[in-house]
C-alpha cells in the first residue's frame, strides 16, 4: 500500500484497519436490517402515510451518523503519532470501502431466501439493491469515515516525533464528538420503537379487496371498505362507511350526483346544483364515516330518480363502489 507513508505503523495497521471496516460493515448491516424491518411494520401501521415521507430522511441519517462515528473510532485506533493527517484520511478511506462491502454483502444474504436461492447472491445485490446503490454506498462510507477520521486526527496532539507512536494525553474534550454522535445515534435508533405502540391492520387482503382467505396468496391489496346508501327522507339520502381495517379506509372517495362531482360543499356550491352535504366537507376515512345529501336534487321521482355512484381510489385504480338510483 504505497499510498500510505513510509512509516512503519502505518503499512503494519493495515490488516487491522481492514478488519475494522468488515466490523465497521456488520454494524452497517445491522442498522441496515432495522431500517428495513421498521419499512416493512410501516406496511401496517396507521399512520403509515404520515411516517413514510419522512422515513428516508431518518434512515440516511442514521447510516452518517453509524460512518461518521465509525469513522471517528478508527482516527483513535490507528494513531501513529504523525503530525500529518494524509495517514488518518487513507485510514478512514480503506475502512469505508470494506465497511459498505461487508455490509451491502451481509444484506443480500439476509434478503437471499425472501428472493429466489437460484438467483445468486450477486444478482439479488443487482436486482433487490442494485449497483448504482452499491456505488453509492461505498462512495458515502469512504467520504464520511475519512472526514470522521480526519476531523477526530485533527483534534490530537501528534508527538514531535515522526515515528513517536506514544499518544499524547487525553482529555474528555477529545472524545466529545464522539460521545455527542453515539448519544445522537442511540436516538435515532430508538426513535422507531414508538411505532409499535401505535395501532396497527394485521389483516392481510387479496388484490381484489376481498379478505383473504386460508391457502390463498395475499398482501395488501385493496381494502374492502363497505359503502352504504340508503334514502332516508323523500328529500335526502345518507351515504355511510364501513371500513374493515382498524386503521380506518386508506381510500379516498368521491360522490357523484348525475354525473356531477357532489363530495363537499365547495364543490356543490361550483356545480349550482340545489343540494347540501353534512357535514361540509365530504366523507371521513374512519370507520362508521356517513354524510347526507339533502335538498331539492336529490329528491325522489318515480319518472327521474336521482343517479348517486360513490367512487373508491385506492393506491392505484379508481372503481365505482355504489351506482344506484333512488
Known amino acids: 500500500m504505497s499510498f500510505f507513508s513510509a512509516h512503519e505503523r502505518s ?28 419499512e416493512r411494520f410501516l406496511n401496517i401501521s396507521c399512520y403509515s402515510g404520515i411516517v413514510f415521507p419522512i422515513f428516508p430522511i431518518w434512515k440516511f441519517g442514521t447510516y452518517i451518523v453509524l460512518l461518521l462515528i465509525l469513522g471517528v473510532i478508527a482516527a483513535d485506533l490507528f494513531r501513529t503519532g504523525r503530525k500529518t493527517s494524509r495517514d488518518r ?9 470494506f465497511t459498505a462491502l461487508v455490509g451491502v454483502l451481509l444484506f443480500g444474504l439476509y434478503n437471499l431466501p425472501y428472493f429466489y436461492w437460484d438467483n445468486g447472491l450477486f444478482n439479488v445485490i443487482r436486482i433487490f439493491i442494485g449497483w448504482d446503490t452499491l456505488a453509492l454506498t461505498i462512495l458515502a462510507s469512504v467520504i464520511l469515515q475519512a472526514l470522521g477520521a480526519w476531523y477526530q486526527g485533527s483534534r490530537q496532539k501528534s ?15 477529545i472524545y466529545r464528538p464522539l460521545f455527542l454522535l453515539s448519544a445522537l445515534l442511540g436516538i435515532l435508533l430508538a426513535i422507531p420503537l414508538g411505532l409499535y405502540v401505535l395501532p396497527v391492520d394485521e389483516n392481510q387482503y387479496c388484490a381484489d379487496g376481498n379478505t383473504c382467505q386460508p391457502g390463498e396468496q395475499c398482501g ?4 374492502p371498505d363497505n359503502m352504504t346508501v340508503s334514502r332516508t327522507s323523500p328529500d335526502s339520502i345518507r351515504i355511510s362507511l364501513k371500513a374493515s381495517s382498524t386503521c380506518g379506509s386508506r381510500n379516498s372517495f ?10 363537499n360543499q365547495d364543490l356543490i356550491a361550483k356545480s349550482g346544483l340545489n343540494v347540501t352535504i353534512t357535514p361540509t366537507d365530504g366523507l371521513g376515512q374512519k370507520d362508521g364515516a356517513f354524510v347526507i345529501l339533502q335538498g331539492k336534487d336529490v329528491a325522489f321521482s318515480e319518472s327521474s330518480p336521482p343517479h348517486i355512484q360513490v367512487m373508491i381510489t385506492d393506491r392505484s385504480t379508481t372503481r365505482i363502489h355504489r351506482d344506484l338510483y333512488l
Do not use: M
Open 159 to 173: 508527538g514531535s516525533d515522526k515515528n513517536d507512536t506514544t499518544p499524547s494525553v487525553i482529555t474528555g474534550r
Open 220 to 223: 395488501t391489496g385493496s381494502l
Open 11 to 38: 503499512r503494519a495497521q493495515i490488516p487491522a484497519i481492514i478488519l475494522w471496516g468488515c466490523v465497521g460493515g456488520l454494524c452497517f448491516a445491522a442498522v441496515s436490517f432495522w431500517a428495513y424491518e421498521i
Open 254 to 263: 368521491r360522490i357523484l350526483l348525475n354525473g356531477t362531482d357532489v363530495s
Open 89 to 97: 484520511v487513507l485510514t478512514g478511506l480503506l475502512s469505508g470501502i
